[in-house]
């Protein structure tokens, strides 16, 4: 019995661990996060952001009264692209997955709502390729590696969700419009994701579901994201 009370008090101290430092990483982030909506709040259109804009203008392309400029919503789409983080092996990648979708429609929200839409399910696709794709290449490459066929059928599955569960977290960060001739509305939208947000879910719920080590499991997070996305 009171190896029984041992175990569970091991387990509960283990748990208590996790929660904490999960607690540390959020606030963590949450403090970055801030520092980055200061800087976006703060910006100056950029000259290229200018310069797209004008080009945009001309096409016929507006935003939706109360919205911020096109210049504006150019210039921290911008900056987002730029914005870097470090990688579990110390090399600066994007933090920042951005992706533009373009939808037609009778009204502005029924084309905003299907662009945003298609933005999501075409980012979410691409992500969940790539995670199959490298979970597949660590399985032929690594004949010694805790993972296995089932872990990679698992592991797909999970992720899949996971991806899906985290990306109702995108936001939006250039919305445009334009009147074709036929009166419909034209929309573009872009929207902005943390992969930093995204590779921790990943990590943290895989490895809780999971047979596979640590390390093994946070680089395979960080090459699928540091991929070509």
């Given at each position: 019995m009171k190896k029984v009370f041992v175990m569970l008090a091991l387990a509960m101290m283990s748990s208590m661990t996790v929660s904490a430092q999960d607690a540390l990483e959020l606030a963590k982030q949450q403090k970055e996060l801030n520092e980055i909506n200061m800087k976006l709040l703060n910006s100056k259109p950029t000259k290229d952001a200018k310069k797209q804009a004008k080009q945009l203008k001309k096409q016929g392309w507006l935003v939706p009264a109360g919205e911020k400029s096109i210049e504006k919503q150019?210039?921290?789409?911008?900056?987002?692209?730029?914005?870097?983080?470090?990688?579990?092996?110390?090399?600066?990648?994007?933090?920042?997955?951005?992706?533009?979708?373009?939808?037609?429609?009778?009204?502005?929200?029924?084309?905003?709502?299907?662009?945003?839409?298609?933005?999501?399910?075409?980012?979410?696709?691409?992500?969940?390729?790539?995670?199959?794709?490298?979970?597949?290449?660590?399985?032929?490459?690594?004949?010694?590696?805790?993972?296995?066929?089932?872990?990679?059928?698992?592991?797909?599955?999970?992720?899949k969700s996971i991806v899906d569960q985290s990306l109702t977290n995108m936001r939006t960060v250039v919305a445009l419009y334009r009147v074709l001739p036929n009166n419909n509305y034209e929309v573009q939208v872009r929207l902005v994701y943390d992969k930093k947000e995204l590779a921790a879910n990943l990590k943290r719920k895989l490895q809780q579901e999971l047979e596979v080590e640590g390390d093994e499991l946070n680089s395979l997070v960080d090459e699928v994201l540091n991929g070509k996305l």
């Amino acid at each position: 019995m009171k190896k029984v009370f041992v175990m569970l008090a091991l387990a509960m101290m283990s748990s208590m661990t996790v929660s904490a430092q999960d607690a540390l990483e959020l606030a963590k982030q949450q403090k970055e996060l801030n520092e980055i909506n200061m800087k976006l709040l703060n910006s100056k259109p950029t000259k290229d952001a200018k310069k797209q804009a004008k080009q945009l203008k001309k096409q016929g392309w507006l935003v939706p009264a109360g919205e911020k400029s096109i210049e504006k919503q150019l210039t921290e789409s911008q900056l987002l692209g730029e914005e870097l983080m470090v990688d579990e092996a110390g090399s600066p990648t994007k933090r920042y997955i951005l992706h533009t979708s373009n939808q037609v429609s009778g009204t502005y929200n029924a084309g905003y709502a299907a662009a945003r839409n298609a933005a999501t399910v075409e980012l979410a696709a691409n992500i969940k390729t790539q995670v199959a794709a490298a979970m597949q290449a660590k399985l032929d490459n690594n004949q010694t590696s805790a993972i296995n066929a089932v872990t990679v059928d698992k592991f797909n599955e999970r992720a899949k969700s996971i991806v899906d569960q985290s990306l109702t977290n995108m936001r939006t960060v250039v919305a445009l419009y334009r009147v074709l001739p036929n009166n419909n509305y034209e929309v573009q939208v872009r929207l902005v994701y943390d992969k930093k947000e995204l590779a921790a879910n990943l990590k943290r719920k895989l490895q809780q579901e999971l047979e596979v080590e640590g390390d093994e499991l946070n680089s395979l997070v960080d090459e699928v994201l540091n991929g070509k996305l």
